[in-house]
């Protein structure tokens, strides 16, 4: 396998992982309550920062480009919920009456896709910085912890 096509895989495998790693941490508990505060959010990445920064030892350089890794992500988020206060209101609404509104589902559908397609460049540099900065004895650790426990942010 070339190498650029092997970095592309681990790159979009580890977005995958972090995108939903922080859906999980941004939606777990809080549906009833809403979207997630913004102190709560800074809060999750500081968390999610301090423990992979432990982790795998990173240097400042290194946990400065994670911490670009967050932002775009947190950036992609926020984009992809969009300004609504109750995504799952937008869905509802899709089956309030007696038809499926398709269209209403196509358009909804069109704008996530947008958002996915005009940031993930971004995230996806972000995440490459980040893993090319990693030593190869931090790259080998990721791969470890992806393996052994299904992503960065498992718990079993």
């Known amino acids: ?9 681990i790159a979009l495998t580890g977005i995958t992982i972090a995108v939903g790693g922080l ?4 939606t777990r508990g809080h549906h ?3 979207p997630m505060s913004a102190e709560r959010m800074t809060e999750m990445r500081g968390k999610l920062i301090d423990r992979v920064t432990k982790k795998l030892d990173l240097t400042t350089e ?3 480009k994670l911490g670009v890794l967050a932002d775009k992500l947190q950036a992609q988020r926020t984009a992809f919920i969009g300004q609504t206060t109750d995504p799952r209101a937008e869905v509802r609404q899709l089956v309030a009456g ?10 909804l559908l069109d704008e996530k ?11 996806i540099n972000a995440m490459a910085d980040f893993y090319d900065s ?3 004895a931090q790259q080998e650790e990721v791969r ?6 299904r992503g960065w942010f498992g718990r079993g």
């Open 32 to 34: 009833e309550h809403g």
């Open 134 to 136: 990693l030593k190869p």
């Open 62 to 64: 290194q946990q400065q």
């Open 1 to 9: 396998m070339k190498p650029w096509i092997k970095r592309s895989l």
């Open 144 to 149: 470890e912890l992806m393996q052994k426990r």
């Open 23 to 26: 859906t999980a941490c941004g």
């Open 98 to 107: 007696e038809k499926f509104d398709r269209a209403r589902a196509l358009s």
């Open 113 to 123: 896709t947008r958002v996915v397609q005009v940031s993930s460049p971004e995230v």
